[in-house]
């Protein structure tokens, strides 16, 4: 089973910036979080990752907590095209284990 | 940008047929993978593939299902003798070598059993 825990849905407006919580409680020391996303039923889709640090790239920023056991994403501007389910997952070595995510939808 | 790319976009077969889903992987990857996905539901690994044989392989993945890498190129999942329960999407990804490099995904094959 997936090790973190999402909200299992939110809403955004748009223009504002998406702040999308995780708790991974469990997090081991060399465990990274990794954020993906899924449009539809289209092939989930890379965001960010990290360890310790916050991260940020051109699509979000990934704020981790200190003591690692939360994080949130935070998508700064979020569009319409935003709209899809956010996955946030630990990972070490291939163990990718998707959980139900939070579905965000963006409204006008 | 290089991309995983998927072939085809949607396969019907009837039950009991003999489906092949086919990957092209990014170019220097060096790490395959399927996941499926049953609509509405998780996506779920079945299967990692590196130096021609399976690494790892989930419950899922049993005596129906095989993968190959048959030239550089080409990565493909073989269901024998598919079944009402194997419609779903399947995503093929790929990631370069170290364990901590980033998995990314092709945009699926929607299977239908009828």
């Known amino acids: 089973d997936a090790k973190t825990t999402q909200p299992t849905s939110m809403d955004c407006a748009e223009g504002r910036a998406a702040n999308l919580p995780c708790n991974h409680s469990t997090i081991s020391g060399n465990e990274y979080v990794y954020w993906y996303r899924q449009i539809h039923s289209q092939g989930p889709q890379y965001i960010i990752h990290?360890?310790?640090n916050n991260e940020t790239n051109e699509m979000a920023s990934l704020i981790i907590t200190e003591d690692r056991k939360s994080s949130t994403l935070i998508l700064p501007h979020a569009t319409l095209r935003d709209t899809a389910v956010y996955y946030c997952i630990v990972r070490v070595e291939d163990d990718m284990r998707f959980g139900a995510g939070t579905r965000l939808t963006v409204k006008p | 940008e290089p991309e995983v790319t998927q072939t085809p976009s949607h396969q019907v077969t009837q039950m009991g047929q003999e489906v092949i889903l086919r990957c092209v992987p990014i170019?220097?990857?060096?790490?395959f993978y399927w996941y499926r996905q049953i609509l509405g539901q998780k996506v779920e690994f079945l299967v990692s593939?590196?130096?021609?044989?399976?690494?790892?392989k989930s419950e899922i993945f049993d005596d129906q299902f095989s993968v190959e890498r048959p030239d550089g190129s080409n990565f493909t999942l073989k269901i024998r003798s598919t079944k009402l329960e194997d419609s779903a999407m399947y995503f093929c990804?790929?990631?370069?070598?170290?364990?901590?490099?980033?998995?990314?995904f092709g945009p699926g094959t929607r299977l239908t059993v009828l």
């Open positions: 170019s220097n990857h060096l790490y």
């Open positions: 593939f590196y130096n021609n044989e399976i690494s790892e």
């Open positions: 990290g360890l310790k």
């Open positions: 990804a790929s990631r370069q070598a170290t364990s901590t490099d980033t998995q990314y």
